[in-house]
């Protein structure tokens, strides 16, 4: 079955970086698009970021953009959310979602990892 | 980019009741509208895409509709276990906007 585990949540402080993975089983990595979602405490969901199945396109929301890299590693079935210039603001939890079409909806999800940006 | 509006952002309904949500795109999307079903404390889950396509597993009590830029989600008789935030999404290019979210709660 398919499986998304997201790591590498943590408290931060304001300015500083944090790099998040989600680990993929259950499926052909290779063959999908992979997005980054998250969801601020008592708030609604906020796309961030899409990767291409082969890593050759990448978007980002205009919130994170020049901050944010998403990046994948096919050969460990894994996708990167490195976060860098961290604000309050980015204080949330972080999914990463599959993506079935390319453009597509979001078909599984993680259970997401919670990033607290606080000093 | 196209902006995605939900109303309304919450309701309260009586279990049986026939309850619908609807979602506006500010530009046409077509048919390249999912929607997410999200319980309290809970990952979102994926209930309908192509706007009316029901996921495989998901009640058939759920339905969706529409083309272009209106769309609406239908519960046509409300269960305790339909409590939850619904959110409507555009996946026809980047950014994959959501809608803010409806709150629905048992009257």
């Known amino acids: 079955q398919v499986q998304l585990v997201e790591s590498g949540g943590g408290v931060v402080q304001p300015g500083r970086s944090l790099r998040l993975s989600c680990a993929a089983s259950g499926f052909s990595f290779s063959s999908f698009a992979m997005h980054w979602v998250r969801q601020a405490p008592g708030k609604g969901l906020e796309w961030v970021a899409v990767?291409?199945?082969?890593?050759?396109?990448?978007y980002y929301a205009d919130s994170v953009k020049g901050r944010f890299t998403i990046s994948r590693d096919n050969s460990k079935n894994t996708l990167y959310l490195q976060m860098n210039s961290l604000r309050d603001e980015d204080t949330a939890v972080y999914y990463c979602?599959?993506?079935?079409?390319?453009?597509?909806?979001?078909?599984?999800w993680g259970q997401g990892t919670l990033v607290t940006v606080s000093s | 980019d196209i902006q995605m509006t939900q109303s309304p952002s919450s309701l309260s309904a009586s279990v049986g009741d026939r309850v619908t949500i609807t979602c506006r795109a500010s530009q046409g999307i077509s048919n390249y509208l999912a929607w997410y079903q999200q319980k309290p404390g809970k990952v979102p889950k994926l209930l309908i895409y192509?706007?009316?396509t029901l996921e495989s597993g998901v009640p058939s009590r759920f339905s969706g509709s529409g083309s272009g830029t209106d769309f609406t989600l239908t519960i046509s008789s409300l269960q305790p276990e339909d409590v939850a935030t619904y959110y409507c999404q555009k996946y026809n290019s980047a950014p994959w906007t959501f809608g803010q979210g409806t709150k629905v709660e048992i009257k």
């Open positions: 990767i291409w199945f082969d890593g050759s396109n990448k």
């Open positions: 192509a706007a009316s």
């Open positions: 979602a599959r993506d079935l079409g390319l453009p597509g909806y979001f078909d599984h």
